[in-house]
């Protein structure tokens, strides 16, 4: 390394900040047949933090040549709305990029795209005029040669002969797609440079035009999808950041039958403060009404809008030396990727993966432990390939047993929940967040997760804990042992002095919230105490 060398500040497909996991774990989310979309998801964090890295490698998961044929097949879409400020409506931006990135690289590909696309548009019978009309212009212009290689040449004639037929060529030609970009010339004409706040700018025919480009990109009953990957909102004029908020869930996202998912890297604490900004007369009025749902509002706004939010705390406390200097580990691999390298530690045979996986489903687990241990069983005294190899299908297993249909999984739920009185909005997302945290511990090498109920269902009270309760979690973050203190408390038969402490900790916090936090601590808390978790083995998503 050269002592004069400086690194530039850009995001990176190398992951230097451990992240790996979390990209795996939102990959298989995304990929999972039982994940509806359209689907938002916010990936938090402060300025620096990392999301733009971890963006792009969530982009370069997703569409990996190595992927299985039995996965979606995503097509991802980069957009940034700070362009659009001032100018033409963000939701005509995203429009237009979602137009231009899902053609295709080839020319042969992107004529194909246009001329499917149009032919959606403009239906079957008009199509097949401008086919038609196309033939008859090739005609013309057959005949027009025709005439002057045999030497029957009238000047006159001829000449209006090649108009026609070029005209004909032309408007048919560009009627269909073949050349020119119809679809991007109708949708600057849709969507007037208005501000926001008198008219999002979406008519009937820009909806009908929009859903003829997602049935062109994303068939029915095909598994393919698009990701739009939005960074940099954060920087955004405050009514930018409400505009594009508005354009993915009232344009994009409104519809059932879009294969979209959104993900957006942003400060969730800037976003809030524009969202406030924006709702700022409907806050006011609802003071009077409700004083703690109007201090809420930007925060139900958002939850409204992302089915599942990720925390990035940007603190890279196990990758130092490969943030600060590329390194990579001693016995590791280099995997060429986009902009870069990136770095992992183990290398895999795919074959003995697979042979790996048949071994441990033969033995029929029904849940996590029962594939772990058949794991641990099957591999006894062999070589450090085999072990990293079981070790990697496991992880694979495991994924699919703590799938939805998981017992264990729903239980360790419900007994989170059942102290909690929450909206069915604030319980599917605490579901997919769970899910997500299961994932990224799965995917994590070194995770000393047992999968066992109690552990699963102490996973699910820190995942409530960190959603529901951020008041209480700041405290506990800042000062860990007290932790362990509450539920000390919590084992108590009385929940008096539970809710007492909490209320010490929490001035201000009305009593019902400071029961429910004692509530979700009391949960199966012999059996199941946070403080026993190998919290450090893994990333946290909340």
Not at 68 to 85: K, L, M
Not at 229 to 254: M, N, Y
Not at 521 to 532: A, G, N, Q, Y
């Amino acid at each position: 390394m050269s002592l004069g060398m400086m690194a530039p500040d850009r995001p990176t497909a190398i992951d230097r900040l451990g992240q790996e996991p979390l990209v795996v774990g939102l990959g298989r989310l995304l990929d999972d047949p039982c994940t509806a979309l359209p689907l938002t998801i916010g990936i938090g964090g402060r300025w620096g933090a990392g999301k733009s890295s971890l963006m792009l490698q969530l982009a370069e998961y997703l569409t990996s040549p190595a992927r299985s044929s039995e996965s979606r097949r995503w097509f991802p879409v980069r957009f940034e709305a700070w362009r659009y400020q001032g100018r033409e409506t963000v939701w005509v931006g995203l429009a237009r990029a979602i137009y231009e990135q899902c053609q295709g690289h080839r020319l042969r590909e992107r004529v194909w795209f246009r001329v499917r696309l149009e032919v959606r548009r403009r239906g079957f019978v008009r199509s097949a005029a401008a086919v038609f009309v196309l033939l008859i212009g090739f005609g013309l212009a057959v005949s027009v040669a025709g005439k002057q290689f045999a030497g029957d040449r009238d000047l006159i004639v001829d000449a209006g002969f090649a108009a026609a037929a070029l005209s004909a060529l032309t408007a048919a030609i560009s009627y269909l797609g073949i050349v020119g970009q119809p679809f991007s010339r109708a949708l600057h004409r849709s969507g007037p440079a208005k501000a926001f706040e008198d008219f999002l700018g979406v008519t009937h025919q820009a909806e009908r035009d929009l859903n003829c480009l997602f049935r062109t990109i994303t068939p029915a009953g095909q598994r393919q999808a698009i990701v739009v990957l939005l960074d940099d909102l954060d920087r955004c004029l405050p009514s930018t950041i409400t505009e594009t908020l508005a354009t993915i869930t009232e344009v994009f996202a409104k519809h059932d039958d879009r294969a979209v998912a959104f993900v957006l890297g942003v400060d969730l604490d800037i976003v809030a403060s524009a969202v406030s900004n924006s709702l700022r007369d409907i806050s006011t009025e609802l003071a009077t009404l409700d004083p703690r749902r109007s201090a809420q509002l930007s925060e139900q706004y958002l939850e409204k809008i992302f089915q599942l939010s990720v925390t990035v705390s940007g603190r890279p406390q196990f990758n130092l030396d490969r943030l600060l200097f590329g390194l990579q580990d001693a016995d590791g691999m280099v995997l060429r990727g986009v902009g870069g390298t990136a770095t992992t530690s183990t290398t895999y045979d795919v074959d003995l993966v697979s042979s790996w996986a048949a071994r441990i489903i033969a033995a029929e687990p029904s849940n996590p432990v029962e594939a772990t241990l058949s794991g641990l069983f099957a591999t006894g005294h062999v070589s450090e390939q085999d072990r990293n190899a079981m070790q990697r299908a496991l992880r694979g297993v495991r994924a699919a047993l703590l799938s939805v249909n998981s017992s264990d999984v729903r239980e360790a739920e419900l007994r989170a929940l059942r102290p909690l009185s929450l909206t069915p909005r604030a319980i599917k997302r605490f579901d997919n967040a769970f899910r997500l945290q299961l994932q990224v511990a799965n995917s994590s090498p070194n995770s000393q997760l047992g999968y066992s109920l109690p552990e699963l269902t102490a996973l699910a009270k820190w995942v409530a804990a960190r959603m529901f309760f951020p008041r209480l979690v700041r405290v506990l973050d800042r000062e860990p042992g007290i932790l362990g203190e509450l539920e000390d408390l919590a084992t108590e038969q009385e929940n008096f002095n539970l809710v007492t402490r909490l209320q010490e900790l929490l001035p201000g916090t009305p009593p019902e919230v400071a029961a429910e936090a004692a509530g979700l601590l009391r949960s199966h808390t012999l059996e199941s105490r946070i403080t026993r978790l190998p919290l450090d083995s893994f990333l946290s998503t909340t």
